[in-house]
């Protein structure tokens, strides 16, 4: 963005650039979804171009999900990018949210992704409380979904219990849980200011998000951050 800026590019080339980039995206995750939940067929962008597959699928409480990523290697960096790209739409429209944003938060919703829950989650309370009419509607809408939640018996359905257990996968336990109680092991000094940036893999490290940043820079670090 700053390289762009200093090119002095119209904000609208940028904006229709990247809505394009948005769409291609959504696209080719749309195309994953259908073709499995309705044709039960898996599409899979990896596995001819670069000799592995995507990590799209996960195992729990007995039942097998195919976790769509679009043209990414995994649900979270699928995640990462429509994170990037819903501010940005966001930001452009003062605030409010359009069509796109409101499919971008679908897609993030059924990554089936741990990060994608509370990613979604975040927004949703950002979105409706970023103005006092808003809190009403939130609070209506809480309100709705749980009543419906309940009448329907929905916290039976397999891809709701994954939802409501986002730690149910050893990757989540281990990345999630493991990684926080290890970090607070340390002693103060690496606690308050990491391992120096760069150095948490020599220091054993294996993670991702906001535990990469916790090794390297610390409690202190990441709170300026």
Known sequence: FIYTYSLEIDIKIIHRSLSLMTLFLLFFWFIQFLDFYVFDYRVDYFIDIVGY??????????????????????PVMYTNAMLLLFFYRLLYNDLKMDKTN???????????????????????????????????????????????????????????????????DMSGQMRTIGSIFEFFDLNIFNILFGFGWGNAEINGFQGSAIHYLLYNIGLLGVLLF
């Open 53 to 74: 597959p995507q990590r799209t699928n996960i195992g729990v409480f007995e039942s097998s999900f195919f976790r769509p990523a679009s043209l990414f290697i995994e």
């Open 102 to 168: 409101f499919i971008i938060l679908f897609t993030i919703v059924f990554t089936m992704s741990s990060y994608g829950y509370i990613v979604f989650a975040t927004l949703l309370i950002f979105v409706f409380v970023s103005k006092k009419k808003n809190i009403t509607y939130f609070i209506f809408g809480i309100f709705t979904f749980v009543t419906l939640f309940y009448l329907f018996e929905l916290y039976n359905h397999p891809i709701i219990l994954r939802i409501m257990n986002p730690l149910s």
